[in-house]
C-alpha cells in the first residue's frame, strides 16, 4: 500500500441508495437526481470538487443525505431545489 495522490480538493458524497423491499431510502426522495444536477453544475465551475454517489450513510430518515469533505458537513432532506445552497456551502 501506498498513499495515493489527492487530484480533487474537497469530495461532495450524495446518497442515492435505494431499497429493494422499497423501505425508506434517499433514493426514494430524488437522490439521483440532486446527485446528477450537483455533479454537473460542480463539473462546471470547479473541476477540483469531486461528487460522488453512495450507498447507505445510514441517515435513511432524513435523506437525501449529502457529505462534504473534508470539513465533515452532513446534510439532510436535500432537494435538487437546494444544490445551489449546496453550492454555496461548498465553496465556502
Request: net charge negative.
Amino acid at each position: 500500500m501506498r498513499p495515493a495522490e489527492k487530484p480533487y480538493r474537497k469530495l461532495v458524497l450524495v446518497c442515492t441508495n435505494e431499497r429493494e423491499d422499497g423501505s425508506n431510502c434517499c433514493a426514494q426522495r430524488g437522490s439521483l437526481e440532486v446527485f446528477q444536477t450537483l455533479k454537473a453544475r460542480m463539473k462546471e465551475m470547479d473541476p477540483t470538487v469531486r461528487v460522488s454517489r453512495t450507498d447507505c450513510l445510514g441517515n435513511c430518515a432524513t435523506g437525501t443525505t449529502v457529505i462534504l469533505m473534508p470539513d465533515n458537513v452532513w446534510l439532510g432532506e436535500v432537494a435538487v431545489e437546494d444544490v445551489p445552497v449546496v453550492i454555496d456551502k461548498i465553496i465556502e
